[in-house]
């Protein structure tokens, strides 16, 4: 598509486009996405592995009739592919939890053609990690030839906009200072200050809290039946088929159709089941709810849930106690429990920052977009403060973090 001049100059970065991940490879891309996995360990983010996002493809979660085109960046430096970037053109705005519909809306009222727009992203996954994929010994000429790769994408096509959702905060900087308008927003994340077990938690709650946590998690345990935790080869089809029922009810109910189709969680049990813990509850020989979390190198994503029998408190249980103790029993210093839900703060999930990216083509539109998360942006910092202070913790504590 194009070619940059490299940090020394010696020779050009050249980005291509191209429609499915297999054009470029599972070694080419996890060089890029997760050489850490090199040391024969977990990758730092389990959804920008190629395994992952092949899975979307191959089941057809993204692709035709999915509004998730894939258009895949590809940088190459002296024919090695240097950096890589899961990009899609989208026909509209679902499934990206940064929300831009507003945006959308007025564009299209003063005549402007939103749609399609260029999306970085993992699709159906709010979970925060790189986008700009870039092998480590090309690091700075790797992320700028991504980024105008993406720009001069959208330009050539006359697209109104480029995306870029739940970056890190590094290229929220590193994009900010290329001319990209950083946004802000919020989730909750659970942070492990190297509990023994789920009591040394509790034990840094206040007494209200604690009790209440306490309270809801018996209410749940006493449901009438079992609930297991799953990882790796224990996961069988049989746990697929009982998740699918609860996936469907909870992806209709939310979003109309649900994201991904029945053919994901097959590809699933064949390459991702070790990236996975899915947490199941049965009762009277039949399962009848569960959580899906996947796990990185020091993180528990909480992912989705469903259930088809109600039982007071089993949705905490299963989506957000049981993940706290999954991180304590693997080591893993955060659980990030998904997009939204102030219900999290008072079961020991405070608020954090996450982080996007955002190009728009028309300069007046852009200027009103800017000025908006300025403001946007004292709100949340404003918000995070004011709900941290009514968190769970005991004050003491969080007098100490600050």
Same mark, same amino acid.
Not at 168 to 191: C, I, S, Y
């Given at each position: 598509?194009?070619?940059?001049?490299?940090d020394?100059?010696?020779?050009?970065?050249?980005?291509?486009?191209?429609?499915?991940?297999?054009?470029?490879g599972?070694?080419?891309?996890?060089?890029?996405?997760?050489?850490?996995?090199?040391?024969?360990?977990?990758p730092?983010?389990?959804?920008?592995?190629?395994?992952f996002?092949?899975?979307?493809?191959?089941?057809?979660?993204?692709?035709?009739?999915t509004?998730?085109?894939?258009?895949?960046?590809?940088?190459?430096?002296?024919?090695?592919?240097?950096?890589?970037?899961?990009l899609?053109?989208?026909?509209?705005?679902?499934?990206?939890?940064?929300?831009?519909?507003?945006?959308?809306?007025?564009?299209?009222?003063?005549g402007?053609?939103?749609?399609?727009?260029l999306?970085?992203?993992?699709?159906?996954t709010?979970?925060?990690?790189?986008?700009?994929?870039?092998?480590?010994?090309?690091?700075?000429?790797g992320?700028?030839?991504? #980024?105008?790769?993406?720009?001069?994408?959208?330009?050539?096509?006359?697209?109104s906009?480029?995306?870029?959702?739940?970056?890190?905060?590094?290229?929220?900087?590193f994009?900010?200072?290329?001319?990209l308008?950083?946004?802000?927003?919020?989730?909750?994340?659970?942070?492990?200050d190297?509990?023994a077990?789920?009591d040394?938690f509790l034990?840094?709650l206040?007494?209200?809290?604690?009790?209440?946590?306490?309270?809801?998690r018996?209410?749940?345990?006493?449901?009438?039946g079992?609930i297991v935790?799953?990882?790796?080869?224990?996961?069988?089809p049989e746990?697929?088929d009982?998740?699918? #029922?609860?996936?469907?009810?909870t992806?209709?109910?939310?979003?109309?159709t649900?994201?991904?189709?029945?053919?994901?969680?097959?590809?699933?049990?064949e390459?991702?089941r070790?990236?996975?813990?899915?947490?199941?509850?049965?009762?009277d020989?039949q399962?009848?709810?569960?959580?899906?979390n996947?796990?990185?190198?020091?993180?528990?994503?909480?992912?989705?849930?469903?259930?088809i029998?109600?039982?007071?408190?089993?949705?905490?249980?299963?989506?957000?106690?049981q993940?706290?103790?999954?991180?304590?029993?693997?080591?893993l210093g955060?659980?990030e429990?998904?997009?939204?839900?102030?219900?999290?703060l008072?079961?020991?999930?405070?608020?954090?920052?996450?982080?996007?990216?955002?190009?728009?083509?028309?300069?007046?539109?852009?200027?009103?977009?800017?000025?908006y998360?300025?403001?946007?942006r004292?709100?949340?910092e404003?918000?995070?403060?004011?709900?941290?202070?009514?968190?769970?913790?005991?004050?003491?504590?969080?007098?100490?973090?600050?």
């Amino acid at each position: 598509m194009n070619t940059q001049p490299s940090d020394n100059g010696q020779h050009e970065v050249e980005i291509s486009v191209v429609p499915k991940i297999s054009d470029i490879g599972p070694r080419d891309w996890d060089a890029c996405a997760c050489p850490e996995e090199a040391d024969g360990g977990r990758p730092h983010d389990p959804f920008t592995t190629y395994r992952f996002l092949s899975a979307l493809e191959l089941s057809g979660s993204v692709g035709a009739g999915t509004g998730w085109r894939p258009q895949y960046l590809v940088a190459r430096m002296a024919g090695q592919v240097i950096g890589v970037a899961p990009l899609y053109a989208k026909s509209h705005s679902q499934g990206e939890y940064i929300f831009d519909h507003n945006w959308a809306h007025a564009y299209e009222r003063a005549g402007g053609r939103y749609y399609p727009k260029l999306q970085v992203a993992v699709p159906h996954t709010p979970a925060t990690g790189r986008r700009f994929l870039v092998h480590p010994d090309f690091a700075e000429a790797g992320f700028s030839a991504l #980024v105008q790769g993406a720009v001069q994408l959208a330009q050539n096509n006359r697209i109104s906009s480029v995306h870029v959702t739940f970056c890190t905060a590094d290229e929220a900087k590193f994009g900010k200072n290329m001319g990209l308008m950083p946004r802000v927003t919020q989730q909750f994340h659970w942070l492990n200050d190297a509990y023994a077990g789920f009591d040394g938690f509790l034990a840094t709650l206040s007494s209200r809290k604690r009790k209440n946590i306490r309270k809801e998690r018996t209410q749940a345990q006493g449901f009438g039946g079992e609930i297991v935790r799953l990882t790796g080869d224990q996961i069988q089809p049989e746990h697929w088929d009982a998740f699918w #029922v609860f996936y469907q009810d909870t992806g209709a109910r939310k979003w109309g159709t649900p994201y991904l189709t029945r053919a994901f969680f097959d590809l699933a049990q064949e390459t991702l089941r070790d990236d996975m813990v899915l947490v199941l509850a049965k009762r009277d020989g039949q399962w009848v709810a569960g959580a899906l979390n996947f796990m990185g190198r020091d993180v528990l994503y909480g992912r989705y849930w469903g259930c088809i029998e109600q039982h007071p408190c089993l949705h905490f249980e299963l989506c957000y106690y049981q993940a706290i103790d999954a991180a304590i029993d693997y080591g893993l210093g955060r659980v990030e429990a998904g997009a939204q839900g102030q219900h999290k703060l008072a079961r020991g999930y405070l608020p954090t920052q996450t982080h996007s990216l955002h190009w728009v083509a028309d300069e007046g539109f852009a200027n009103a977009i800017g000025d908006y998360l300025e403001a946007e942006r004292e709100a949340i910092e404003e918000g995070i403060e004011i709900l941290t202070d009514y968190g769970p913790f005991k004050k003491v504590q969080i007098e100490e973090q600050e």
